[in-house]
Every structure is written in C-alpha cells, then in structure tokens.
T-cell receptor, first 112, second 114 residues
Framework: EDKVVQSPLSLVVHEGDTVTLNCSYE??????LLWYKQEKKAPTFLFML????IEKKSGRLSSILDKKELFSILNITATQTGDSAVYLC????????????FGKGTLLTVNP | NAGVTQTPKFRILKIGQSMTLQCTQD?????MYWYRQDPGMGLKLIYY???????DKGEVPNGYNVSRSTTEDFPLRLELAAPSQTSVYFC?????????????FGPGTRLTVT
C-alpha cells in the first residue's frame, strides 16, 4: 500500500523567511508526485513532478523530486502571510484509476 | 465553467439519519472521487468512479455508498449517520489519459453528526 509522509507537520515562520517542506513516499509503481495548497477551503494544485532533478517553479515557490531517494521538497522563498496554508503532497502510483494517496500535510503559518 | 460543485456547503445530522452529498462537474471528466478530511489529517479516499456506471471502493468506504449514472454527477450517500462521519467531504475529478493526474476539487461539504 502506498505511503506518503510529510514533515514537519507544522511550521511557524516570519515574513521574509525561506521554508522547505518535505514529502517522502513509498510506492510500488510511481508515476508522479503532486503538491497542493489548501487554505480554508478546497486544495488548489501547485505542481506535478514526474522526473528526478527537474525543478518546477512558480514565482516564489519551487519543487523538486528525487526518485532515487523517494522524496520531494517544496521551497517557498520570501514568505508572505498569504502563504499561510496547509501544503499537501500526494503520489500517483499508476493504474488506470488515477488515484492519489495524500500525506497529512504541513501547516505553515507565516507571521508578519 | 463552474468546475466541480458540491451541495450542501454545511449540514448537521442526527445519529441514524441519512443524507446525500451532491457533486457535479461540467468539465466532461470521466474520473471522479470522494474524499473525507478530518482535522489535522490529509485526504482519505472514500469511493471513486472511472466512468458512468463504474464505481469502486477507496481507503475508507464503510458507511457510504455512491452511484454514477451520468458523467457529470457523483452523489455520495450516508445511510445511517454516525459521529465518526463528522468531517469535511471533498469531491474531485480529473480528465482521463494524457498523463494528467491533477485532480480538480469542489469547495467541500462540512458535515457534523451529533
């Protein structure tokens, strides 16, 4: 059974700090790893990673995948209070049903 | 496009009552999913469907039922509500094929069973 573990579970930083969120996975037939941001509503898609070593970037957010060590990191530079949210990672491990297995999430709080 | 819509937004049920959570998507996605999210936890898959007339159990299906008579609609039924079913329920959909695995989520239904 797929397993996705995120760390830390929660994190409090000040505006302007840089944070790194971690996601490790154990899957039998890895296809891709996805990151979502969840404020007090539905998750919104950030990145999908399928290849090792290739960084995906969007503004101050970036993510990279290491398929050998089975983990991914999400970096947020120059954090803002609007970055406060739960960040979820999920893996897609193949099959024709496109199921995702989610980790518990990292609660990020950015204080002014 | 409205995307994925869910009704109701909030509901309070008494133990033993039944209800249906509605989910509709207008993106012509074949794949649809129901998740529950408990406080401090990630999303757990309840049921999913790969097309009209086809449904299957996810990780936590007990106490729930689904049906998929059309591509657009994927209702989730709670037959005998229990306090353990207090949670936020999300419906999601994804297009099939093409290596697209991103799931599009509805706004959620917050359910309290007392």
């Amino acid at each position: 059974e797929d397993k996705v573990v995120q760390s830390p579970l929660s994190l409090v930083v000040h505006e302007g700090d840089t944070v790194t969120l971690n996601c490790s996975y154990e899957v039998t037939n890895f296809r891709s790893l996805l990151w979502y941001k969840q404020e007090k509503k539905a998750p919104t898609f950030l990145f999908m990673l399928t290849s090792s070593g290739i960084e995906k970037k969007s503004g101050r957010l970036s993510s990279i995948l290491d398929k050998k060590e089975l983990f991914s990191i999400l970096n947020i530079t120059a954090t803002q209070t609007g970055d406060s949210a739960v960040y979820l990672c999920a893996d897609h491990s193949g099959g024709s049903n496109y199921k995702l297995t989610f980790g518990k999430g990292t609660l990020l709080t950015v204080n002014p | 496009n409205a995307g994925v819509t869910q009704t109701p937004k909030f509901r309070i049920l008494k133990i033993g009552q039944s209800m249906t959570l509605q989910c509709t998507q207008d993106m012509n996605h074949n794949y649809m999913y129901w998740y529950r999210q408990d406080p401090g936890m990630g999303l757990k898959l309840i049921y999913y469907s790969v097309g009209a007339g086809i449904t299957d159990k996810g990780e936590v299906p007990n106490g729930y039922n689904v049906s998929r008579s059309t591509t657009e609609d994927f209702p989730l039924r709670l037959e005998l509500a229990a306090p353990s079913q207090t949670s936020v329920y999300f419906c999601a959909s994804t297009p099939d094929g093409g290596g697209v695995y991103e799931q599009y989520f509805g706004p959620g239904t917050r359910l309290t069973v007392t």
